[in-house]
């Protein structure tokens, strides 16, 4: 005897979750070059996508991003630097990253895992521990 079958019901109460992919590695590697291929395919292959970089991605997070990056006279202390990376994260996320991905798109961003993790590892244990 054939058993029945049972239709799986799929639920639709809102937009599909977005996803989240980061092109990582050192610099001058190719990761915006990466960045730009992976976004036009995706893109052509009808996905809604949004690219971006860490740190930046937003105004005031590309201002932060000058200040980083700017070679002045000055040098940054490694906890106003982590701290520096960190706003600038919470701006990306906050105004740009999560409500993408809420809205079902993919995002891809250059860099995201490395850079603040490359900071935290430069700062003595002793001194990470104050930031906390």
Do not use: W
Request: hydrophobic share 40%; net charge positive.
């Amino acid at each position: 005897m054939k058993r029945p079958t049972r239709k799986r019901s799929r639920k639709t109460s809102g937009p599909r979750p977005g996803l989240f992919i980061t092109v990582e590695g050192i610099e001058g590697c190719g990761k915006t070059t990466q960045v730009r291929r992976l976004v036009r395919r995706l893109t052509r292959r009808g996905y809604s996508v949004l690219a971006t970089r860490e740190p930046g991605g937003t105004p005031t997070s590309e201002n932060i991003r000058g200040l980083i990056l700017r070679r002045g006279s000055s040098r940054l202390a490694a906890t106003a630097e982590l701290l520096l990376y960190l706003a600038a994260r919470a701006q990306h996320v906050e105004e740009v990253i999560r409500p993408a991905l809420a809205s079902g798109k993919i995002v891809v961003c250059a860099r995201f895992s490395d850079v603040v993790a490359e900071k935290l590892v430069q700062l003595p244990q002793a001194q990470l521990a104050r930031i906390v």
